[in-house]
């Protein structure tokens, strides 16, 4: 990062820009990170520096930053018109082609696609289609949503409540009422002494029971949770645990959403995060790598059942009181089309478990030689590494050493970008890695690795 000088592009954004996820201050002090040019899975800053992009941006652009057919089947959908709608009837001709598609694709039988423009909406979507489920089924009350703790599912006010981290909820009063947590399935945390992985999913199955009783479950509408928790630092639950969970779920006639938004389409070497770890959800919400992000396009996908309703609430002559104007915007649908033709091509199930097995074992080799290495998890594309002062206890560093930021700092430097969540570093590349970028990724981690380490005597001042 460049310091600011007058009338720079530094400085001009430090005065007129406010950015999401950052601190201001810090901000104005170091100044932004200029990123001018893509191309594969690296970008280039305005100093003409390249990094490798680990994180895939936000954990989105899956073919990486320059793929072409992308750009084309933009051009040629804004050659036919750049805007049609969903509303009263109305749908372009491509919006049709990608419903079809996404049902054909959908872990989800007999599905239909409704479609939104961020993953906050497709979250939310999903909350007021629970809620109309309910209401026209003659339970009313069922109103209050059960998320995670750690767990992210957007920014929006109902979407923020329904994220388990501190800094989602603490300005902004939230959560609202009525949207409620329980435990994150982190069994290398959270299992208790002489507890193993079954019993701590007894454990979490009966913690969430106890908070339904609670509440009633006359009241709850539904319990929302990504396959596997990506922002919250990449956490893959014990075997079992969501059969457990939905168990408790199903008993008490409370609807599994599916916030597929990170997960979805091959990240974590099947083609739905919810087959990696046996979930079996109502709803699923979509978005990132439906198209690569190269446009702004979610979706959610919806069972059966929550047709029956809203076909239930339509014979009494309601409509579905929904809708975003640019649902289903025709060249986001073209966008993605090409996005999920892309990923049919190159079979990317089968690529992301190779990449991703590559890229697991230079990990853990390097993890063999280190003294803060805690753990490495995640599935397929989708990795963290989590720092901790003394393996051996699972102790973490004290958070005043701020290890996750030196780590981020350092690998910037190095030419890396990844994701540091507390002193868990995320990896989350494109998933046109090939086993170059892998190595490239090995290479820069391990020395960022090296040199945080050897600098942990040292006071951070980054
Ligand atoms: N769900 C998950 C799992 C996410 O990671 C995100 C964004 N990082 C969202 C929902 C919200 O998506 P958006 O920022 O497009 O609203």
New binding site residues.
């Given amino acids: 990062m460049s310091t600011p000088t007058p009338n720079s592009a530094e400085a001009r954004d430090v005065m007129f820009h406010l950015h999401s996820q950052t601190n201001a201050q810090a901000h104005a002090a170091n100044g932004p990170l200029i990123m001018e040019r893509g191309e594969g899975i690296h970008v280039f800053d305005s100093q003409g520096k390249r990094y490798v992009e680990a994180m895939a941006g936000?954990?989105?652009t899956s073919l990486g930053f320059s793929e072409a057919r992308l750009k084309r089947a933009a051009a040629e959908a804004y050659d036919k018109f750049g805007f049609y709608h969903t509303f009263n009837h109305k749908t372009p001709a491509a919006t049709i082609d990608l419903a079809e598609k996404l049902v054909a694709l959908s872990p989800i039988p007999q599905a239909q696609a409704y479609f939104a423009?961020?993953?906050?909406?497709?979250?939310e979507t999903m909350v007021k289609l629970a809620w109309v489920y309910h209401t026209v089924r003659g339970k009313p009350g069922k109103r209050k949503i059960i998320s995670r703790d750690r767990?992210?599912?957007?920014?929006?006010i109902v979407?923020a409540s329904m994220c388990g981290m501190p800094r989602m909820h603490r300005e902004f009063g939230l959560p609202l009422p009525g949207f409620l947590h329980t435990l994150c399935p982190d069994a290398y945390h959270g299992m208790q002494p002489g507890e193993d992985e079954a019993a701590f999913v007894i454990r979490l199955a009966a913690t969430l029971e106890e908070l339904i009783l609670r509440e009633g479950a006359d009241t709850i509408a539904a319990f929302i949770a990504?396959p596997i928790?990506?922002?919250g630092g990449i956490i893959v639950p014990p075997a079992g645990y969501f059969p457990a969970i939905e168990a408790v779920l199903r008993r008490h006639d409370i609807l599994v959403l599916g916030?597929?938004?990170?997960?979805g389409f091959g990240r974590t070497g099947e083609m739905w995060g919810s087959q990696t770890v046996g979930m079996q959800p109502d709803m699923v919400?979509l978005?990132?790598g439906i198209s690569s992000s190269y446009f702004?396009i979610?979706a959610v996908i919806l069972g059966k059942p929550i047709q029956d309703a809203l076909a239930e609430m339509n014979k009494g002559g309601e409509i579905f009181g929904h809708g975003f104007t640019n649902s289903g915007h025709p060249v986001g649908v073209a966008v993605a089309l090409e996005t999920i033709r892309i990923y049919e091509e190159m079979d990317v199930v089968p690529h992301v478990r190779a990449m991703g097995a590559r890229l697991r074992a230079g990990l853990d080799a390097l993890a063999a030689q280190s003294r803060i290495v805690g753990q490495v998890r995640g599935a397929g594309l989708m990795i963290g590494v989590e720092l901790v002062a003394e393996p051996a206890s699972r102790t973490a560093f004290d958070p005043a050493l701020k290890i996750g930021a030196r780590f981020d700092a350092e690998a910037l430097r190095n030419g890396l970008v990844i994701r540091a969540m507390g002193d868990t570093i995320g990896l989350c590349p494109p998933l046109i890695i090939d086993a170059a970028g892998v190595d490239e990724i090995l290479d820069l981690f391990g020395r960022t690795l090296a040199s945080v380490e050897a600098g942990l005597a040292q006071p951070h001042t980054a």
Avoid: I, M, Q
């Avoid at 767990?151 to 929006?156: D, Q």
């Fill in positions: 936000l954990w989105c423009t961020s993953g906050s909406e497709a979250t767990g992210f599912h957007g920014s929006t979407a990504e928790n990506a922002g916030d597929e938004v990170v997960c919400a978005a990132k702004p979610s």
